[in-house]
C-alpha cells in the first residue's frame, strides 16, 4: 500500500473516530463513546432549568430539569443564605432527568448548584446557580411555634403531622416541619385528613372520611382506595374495596398488604340503654362494631374479624351508646350505637398478632393474626364476664389503666406505648371524672405474657408530672436512636389560664407536639405548639398523631 493510500486511510478511520460537534444528534440513554471518555467530564446539553412545582397543593417543591450529553447521576446544594443542604439522587444513571426539590421553607429564595457525575466518576459543577423564590403560607396556615427545640438531643429527621380545622369539613392539612418548627412542606387538600403514614416506597398514605389515598412528595395522586360495601363502586380509577367504612388507622404489611379498621352494623336486642342509670331500660339498638381487615394493593379482602364474634356486645364504656355512626348507616333513623371504637391497629412481626385499641371499651386486645383468636385484654376489669374475663391480663405494682386511649404501638423493646387520654376515668354507672379534673398521658406497659401480667414502666404527664388533657386524637412513637418519644398532645380545649374546659363557644382549641426523653421524669427537648394558646377563635386547631420521618427524600 503507498503511502498516500495509507495516510488516507488513516484520516478517515480518525475523522470517524472523532466527536461530531456540530450534530444535533444525540441519543436519550446509554453511553455515547463520543463523550463517555476517562479524561472527559459531563456537559449540559439542554438546561439544567427550575420551576414551581405545577401542583400547587404542595407547593414547597420545585423541578429541576435537565439533559446531559451522557448518562449521569445528579447532586444538587441548596441554600437559603442561612440553611445549606446537598441532597444525591442515586437513581439510575441517566441522560434527562426531571429531579424533585423538596425541603423548602415558605418565604425564602434558594440558590441551587448542580453536579453531574458520569459512571467513571468524572464530574461537573455548573458555575451559574439556579435560584427560585418560595411563596409565603397562605393566610389560613395554623400558627406554629417551636417553644422548646434542643436540636443535639433531638432524634434527628423531620416531624410530620396532619392539621384538622375545628367544624371546618373542606380544610385538611399535612406539614412536615424541621428541628426548629419551621414548615418544609405541606399538603394541602380540600377535605379533612386523617392518619397520614410514611409506606416503604416513601411515599404517604392518608385517611380520609371516603377511603384513603397515596400521594407523592410533589402531592401527585397515585393510588385510592374507596370502601364500598354499602353500594357502589366509586369514581372511576378508584381501587374498590368490599368494606363498609375505613375508619381511624391504616397500616402497611410486610408483604404490601394493609391492615384497616372498618365497621360492621348489627341489631341486638336488650341492649343497655343507658351509661349513667344502670336501671334504665334495655332496648333494641343499632349497634356498631369495629372489623379488621387485610386488604391486599388491588383491593381483594384475604382476611376479615368482627369484633361481635370477638368480645361480649353487651359490654359498654362511655361513649359507647354515642351516634357518631347515624350519618353512615343513615337507614337506622339516628339511632347507631358506637360500641367498641376501634382507633388503632400494630401488626407485631415478632409473632404475627394484631394489637387493636378499643376507645369505648378502654382497653388494648391482642390477637393471633392466623387464627383470629383473642390472646389477652390489656384495661379495666369491670365488666367483663366469663369467658371473656380469663383473658385479663393482671396489674403488677404501680399502675393505671387507660382511659379512652390512642395509637397504641409495640416498641423495639416489647413494651406497649400509647396515648392515654383520660376520659372520664371510670367505667359506666361510675361516678366519670369531671373536665376540669382530666389528664392525659403517654405511658408504655410491659406484658409478661406467660405470668398474664402487665405493669406500668414509663410515663408523661398526669397530677405529678406535667399535667395536660386531650379529650380526643393523641399519639405516641418511639424514636430508635434517641429512644426519646413522640407525643401528640392532640387536642387541646381550654381556658384562659390554660385549664381544661368543655369545647363551647370562648374555648381555646389547639394542639402540640412534644418530644420527651424516655426518663422519669421525662424532659422536653421539642416543642411545637400548634394554634395559638392564647387567643380564643371562631374555629380552632388539632391534631390527629404526628411522626419523625428522616427526610423527605428518604423512605422510613
Not at 361480649?312 to 339511632?335: C, F, M, V
Request: aromatic share 10%; glycine share 8%; net charge negative.
Amino acid at each position: 500500500m503507498s503511502f498516500f493510500k495509507r495516510f488516507t486511510l488513516v484520516c478517515i478511520l480518525t475523522s470517524l473516530a472523532a466527536p461530531h460537534i456540530a450534530s444535533g444528534i444525540r441519543q436519550e440513554a446509554g453511553s455515547n463513546p463520543r463523550t463517555d471518555r476517562r479524561d472527559s467530564v459531563p456537559m449540559f446539553v439542554e438546561g439544567p432549568s427550575i420551576k414551581p412545582n405545577p401542583n400547587p397543593r404542595a407547593p414547597l417543591a420545585a423541578l429541576v430539569e435537565f439533559l446531559a450529553d451522557r448518562p449521569v447521576r445528579a447532586t444538587l446544594a441548596m441554600s437559603d443564605g442561612i440553611k445549606s443542604r446537598r441532597v444525591s439522587f442515586d437513581g439510575p444513571l441517566s441522560r434527562r432527568h426531571t429531579l424533585h426539590v423538596l425541603q423548602l421553607s415558605p418565604g425564602k429564595k434558594y440558590s441551587i448548584s448542580i453536579t453531574v457525575t458520569d459512571r467513571r466518576g468524572n464530574s461537573f459543577t455548573r458555575p451559574e446557580r439556579l435560584e427560585i423564590q418560595t411563596s409565603p403560607l397562605p393566610g389560613d396556615f395554623p400558627p406554629l411555634r417551636a417553644r422548646i427545640s434542643e436540636p443535639s438531643n433531638m432524634e434527628p429527621g423531620l416531624t410530620l403531622f396532619n392539621v384538622s380545622r375545628y367544624e371546618s369539613p373542606s380544610y385538611g392539612l399535612v406539614v412536615a416541619v424541621d428541628e426548629q418548627g419551621e414548615v418544609v412542606w405541606y399538603f394541602q387538600a380540600d377535605h379533612p385528613i386523617g392518619d397520614v403514614t410514611q409506606l416503604s416506597n416513601g411515599n404517604l398514605l392518608y385517611l380520609h372520611s371516603s377511603g384513603a389515598t397515596e400521594i407523592d412528595w410533589m402531592g401527585n395522586t397515585l393510588r385510592q382506595w374507596r370502601p364500598t360495601g354499602r353500594g357502589g363502586l366509586g369514581p372511576a380509577g378508584v381501587i374498590p374495596v368490599n368494606t363498609d367504612t375505613f375508619h381511624h388507622d391504616i397500616r402497611e404489611l410486610p408483604d404490601g398488604d394493609f391492615l384497616v379498621l372498618s365497621t360492621e352494623l348489627r341489631r341486638l336486642d336488650n341492649y343497655p340503654g343507658s351509661e349513667e342509670d344502670p336501671s334504665a331500660p334495655a332496648e333494641t339498638a343499632n349497634v356498631v362494631a369495629d372489623v379488621i381487615i387485610e386488604v391486599t394493593p388491588d383491593g381483594r379482602i384475604v382476611n376479615r374479624l368482627s369484633l361481635f364474634d370477638l368480645l361480649d356486645p353487651y359490654r359498654i364504656g362511655y361513649g359507647s351508646l354515642g351516634g357518631i355512626w347515624n350519618s353512615l348507616y343513615k337507614a337506622t333513623g339516628d339511632s347507631t350505637r358506637d360500641w367498641t371504637h376501634g382507633n388503632a391497629v400494630f401488626h407485631d412481626a415478632s409473632d404475627d398478632s394484631i394489637l387493636l385499641s378499643l376507645r369505648h371499651q378502654d382497653a388494648l386486645v391482642k390477637i393471633s393474626r392466623q387464627t383470629g383468636a383473642l390472646q389477652w385484654i390489656l384495661g379495666n376489669h369491670g365488666g367483663w364476664k366469663p369467658p371473656w374475663d380469663r383473658f385479663l391480663l393482671q396489674p403488677v405494682g404501680k399502675l393505671q389503666w387507660p382511659y379512652h386511649q390512642h395509637a397504641s404501638v409495640i416498641t423495639p423493646e416489647g413494651t406497649i406505648l400509647l396515648f392515654d387520654n383520660g376520659n372520664f376515668r371510670a367505667r359506666p354507672f361510675e361516678t366519670p371524672m369531671t373536665t376540669a379534673q382530666s389528664y392525659s398521658r403517654a405511658v408504655e406497659y410491659k406484658v409478661d405474657e406467660l405470668g398474664r401480667t402487665v405493669s406500668e414502666v414509663w410515663s408523661y404527664g398526669g397530677p405529678e408530672d406535667e399535667a395536660f388533657y386531650s379529650p380526643f386524637g393523641g399519639g405516641t412513637s418511639w424514636l430508635p436512636d434517641t429512644g426519646n418519644v413522640l407525643v401528640t398532645d392532640s387536642a387541646r380545649i381550654t381556658d384562659v389560664d390554660g385549664a381544661p374546659m368543655e369545647n363551647v363557644p370562648g374555648a381555646r382549641r389547639w394542639a402540640r407536639i412534644v418530644e420527651v426523653t424516655h426518663t422519669r421524669p421525662a424532659r422536653k427537648v421539642f416543642e411545637l405548639i400548634v394554634g395559638d394558646e392564647s387567643q380564643s377563635r371562631p374555629f380552632g386547631w388539632s391534631v390527629y398523631r404526628s411522626r419523625r420521618i428522616p427526610s423527605l427524600y428518604a423512605p422510613p
